[in-house]
């Protein structure tokens, strides 16, 4: 069964610190997809990045890293010089090649980026 | 840039009564998904909608909902006698084949009450 699991419930850190948001994840499917979203404030869930089970790439994009292991089954999310704007709601998810691709979603990490 | 549209923004209705959610999908995109989330929860899986039908549903889509495409572009989710525990912010999303990213609509708050 597929399981998403982000130990971190909420975190707090003053603007310009970096921070680490952790996603540990379970399945049987050797073919994945992982995903980050976000959801700020206003509710809505904003698509960040996506990573597929054959590339273990890390990826950076501006101020955002991904971090993905497939030994440890994590998919962690590091914000470099953190901003106000970044305080939200972030989900990681999991879905799996076989079915219809549902995504499983973590319990998400409340972000409070503080000024 | 396409986006995932979501009407209305905010419904409150009595319990026992019936509720349609209304999705545009992007309108290239052919599989159709329909999530919820509690209050201060995380993001559930409702149903999948692919080539008319559904594909898979988790055990919260009992037979209180259902979905449909009535044409081209409405993607819908219909409970048909709302309990209180329905409450919830519900999210269609929507992808294209042979991508598994989803796109998800700034979703509809329901309150039952």
């Known amino acids: 069964a597929q399981k998403v699991t982000q130990a971190q419930t909420e975190i707090s850190v003053v603007e310009k610190e970096d921070v680490t948001l952790d996603c540990v994840y379970e399945t049987r499917d050797t073919t994945y997809y992982l995903f980050w979203y976000k959801q700020p404030p206003s509710g809505e869930l904003v698509f960040l990045i996506r990573?597929?089970?054959?590339?273990?790439q890390n990826e950076i994009s501006g101020r955002y890293s991904w971090n993905f292991q497939k030994s440890t089954s994590s998919f962690n999310f590091t914000i470099t010089a953190s901003q106000v704007v970044d305080s939200a709601v972030y989900f990681c998810a999991l879905s799996e090649a076989l079915g219809g691709q549902n995504f499983v979603f973590g319990p998400g990490t409340r972000l409070s980026v503080l000024p | 840039e396409p986006e995932v549209t979501q009407t209305p923004s905010h419904q409150v209705t009595q319990m026992g009564q019936e509720v349609i959610l209304r999705c545009v999908p992007i309108s290239n995109h052919l599989y159709f998904y329909w999530y919820r989330q509690i209050l201060g929860q995380k993001v559930e899986f409702l149903v999948s909608f692919y080539n008319n039908e559904i594909s898979e549903k988790s055990e919260i889509f009992d037979d209180q909902f259902s979905v449909e495409r009535p044409d081209g572009s409405n993607f819908t989710l219909k409970i048909r006698s709302t309990k209180l525990e329905d409450s919830a912010m519900y999210f269609c999303a929507s992808r294209i084949r042979d991508q598994e990213t989803q796109y998800f609509g700034p979703g509809t708050r329901l309150l039952v009450l």
């Open positions: 990573r597929n089970s054959f590339d273990e």
